[in-house]
């Protein structure tokens, strides 16, 4: 009788084990947050802590990205000092905290220098943290002279002093506005 009540305990272990198993959905939704400031902490840059202000958020647990959108006083900070802002209507983060937009402005505040990034032909503007670097297809880089070059296709580091830029069918040029003596250039 117990070796008969024990062949019956088996087989219906096995039934239930060999009955599909239910998976409970993921509900579709993403978390909207409002009036909020982000901080960011990249894992492939530990010494940077980015801070956004933005009045929508939306993160979505099915991507694992989330949106800033009309970024207000965005910004990298090393040593808790200030590198660059960044201003977008639009910014990504993915979930490699990497940046992506389709125009984003950067001041490097060391250099003095502003940064119009834009995407093109499909591509968008990357702020890559492994690499410290924006990746831009169309750049228009602006000096505090008011001097201005834009590049294609450029690649810059975080800190400004590497960049490359081109490849064949690229465009590269500079614009420089002199005033005469005495008079403020436009």
């Known amino acids: 009788m117990a070796l008969l009540a024990l062949v019956a305990v088996i087989a219906t272990l096995?039934?239930?084990?060999?009955?599909?198993?239910?998976?409970?959905?993921?509900?579709?939704a993403s978390i909207d947050l409002h009036d909020v400031t982000v901080a960011l902490y990249p894992q492939a840059d530990p010494t940077a802590v980015w801070s956004f202000r933005s009045p929508d958020v939306v993160y979505d647990p099915n991507k694992q990205d989330t949106t800033l959108r009309n970024i207000q006083d965005g910004r990298r900070m090393v040593g808790g000092k200030t590198d660059f802002t960044l201003a977008s209507d639009r910014i990504v983060i993915d979930?490699?905290?990497?940046?992506?937009?389709?125009?984003?402005?950067?001041?490097?505040?060391?250099?003095?220098?502003?940064?119009?990034?834009?995407g093109a032909k499909g591509r968008q503007v990357l702020i890559n943290q492994r690499a410290g670097t924006f990746e831009v297809p169309r750049v228009t880089v602006t000096d505090p002279d008011?001097?201005?070059?834009?590049?294609?296709?450029?690649?810059?580091?975080?800190?400004?002093t590497t960049f490359q830029a081109g490849?064949?069918?690229?465009?590269?040029?500079?614009?420089?506005?002199?005033?005469?003596?005495?008079?403020?250039?436009?």
């Open 146 to 160: 008011k001097n201005t070059i834009v590049f294609e296709d450029m690649r810059i580091g975080f800190d400004f």
């Open 95 to 118: 979930s490699n905290d990497n940046l992506h937009g389709e125009h984003i402005q950067a001041h490097l505040v060391s250099e003095d220098v502003n940064l119009d990034m834009v």
């Open 14 to 28: 096995v039934v239930v084990a060999l009955l599909p198993q239910r998976q409970r959905p993921v509900p579709d």
């Open 167 to 186: 490849g064949p069918g690229t465009v590269g040029y500079g614009e420089f506005v002199v005033s005469s003596p005495g008079k403020e250039s436009p």
